[in-house]
C-alpha cells in the first residue's frame, strides 16, 4: 500500500471546507482534489456547464465519478505527493466509489470528515462570501490581506456566480439529505469524524489534525 493518504471533508456549502483544505495543503503539503474547481473551468467554455453552476444544480454521480477517478489518478502519480484531500463529495454513491477507488490505487483511508454547521450558519456565511476568481480560495470578509487582491496569487477577489440567493436556497435543500446521506455511509462503516464547524477556523482546524492522528494511530 502507497504511504499516501486520502483525506474526504465534506459538510453544507459555507462550512468552511475548502478553508480547512488549503490550510492542510499549507501546513501538511497535502494536495488538493478540487471537483467544483474542476467544473469551475469547464464552465468557462461550456455554456451549459456555466449555465448549471449559477443556478446551484448539482452534476450527476456519472459524470462526477468520472471527475473523481481521472483526478485520484492523476494526483496519486505525482512524485512527492504525501496525501489528497477532497473536499466537495455530494453523494453516498460518490463515497462509496471513491472508497473503491482509493482501495484500487492503494491510498490510506479514506479518512471522512464531517464539518458540522446548520442551514441557517451555511445560508449566513454563503450570502457574504468572497473567493479568489484565479485560485478560487475563500476569502474572509473584512480580510486586511486581501483587501484589494488574493495574498497568495494577486487574483480580483470576486462573489462567486451561485452565491445568489436562489441558488444558495436551492443548493442548501437538496445538499441537507445528501450531506446526511453521505454521513451515514461513512458512520455505517464506523469511520465518520465529526468536527463542530461553528468554531473558529483555528480550532477547528486543531479539531481534524487530532482526530486524523488519533485515527491513523489506532
Same mark, same amino acid.
Given at each position: 500500500?502507497?504511504?499516501?493518504? @486520502?483525506?474526504?471533508?465534506?459538510? @453544507? ?91 484500487? @490505487? ?105 482526530? @486524523? ?6
Amino acid at each position: 500500500m502507497s504511504n499516501r493518504e @486520502l483525506i474526504v471533508i465534506f459538510g @453544507l456549502p459555507g462550512s468552511g471546507k475548502s478553508t480547512q483544505s488549503h490550510l492542510m495543503h499549507d501546513r501538511l503539503g497535502h494536495e488538493i482534489m478540487s471537483l467544483g474547481g474542476y467544473f469551475r473551468k469547464l464552465s468557462t467554455t461550456d455554456p451549459e456547464i456555466k449555465k448549471a453552476m449559477d443556478a446551484g444544480i448539482i452534476f450527476p454521480d456519472e459524470m462526477t465519478i468520472k471527475a473523481i477517478k481521472g483526478s485520484l489518478e492523476e494526483l496519486s502519480s505525482r512524485e512527492g505527493v504525501k496525501g489528497i484531500i477532497h473536499d466537495d463529495i455530494v453523494s453516498a454513491a460518490q463515497a462509496q466509489a471513491e472508497d473503491d477507488i482509493a482501495k484500487e @490505487l492503494g491510498l490510506k483511508g479514506p479518512y471522512p470528515v464531517l464539518v458540522k454547521i446548520t442551514k441557517e450558519e451555511a445560508r449566513d456565511r454563503l450570502s457574504v462570501r468572497l473567493v479568489c476568481s484565479t485560485c478560487i480560495i475563500p476569502i474572509r470578509p473584512g480580510s486586511q490581506e486581501d483587501k484589494d487582491a488574493c495574498h497568495k496569487c494577486g487574483g480580483e477577489i470576486i462573489k462567486r456566480t451561485d452565491d445568489n440567493p436562489e441558488a444558495i436556497a436551492h443548493r442548501l435543500g437538496d445538499y441537507s439529505k445528501r450531506i446526511e446521506e453521505i454521513a451515514q455511509y461513512y458512520e455505517s462503516l464506523g469511520r465518520l469524524i465529526t468536527i463542530n464547524g461553528s468554531q473558529e477556523v483555528e480550532d477547528i482546524y486543531t479539531d481534524i489534525i487530532q482526530a @486524523l492522528n488519533k485515527v491513523r494511530s489506532s
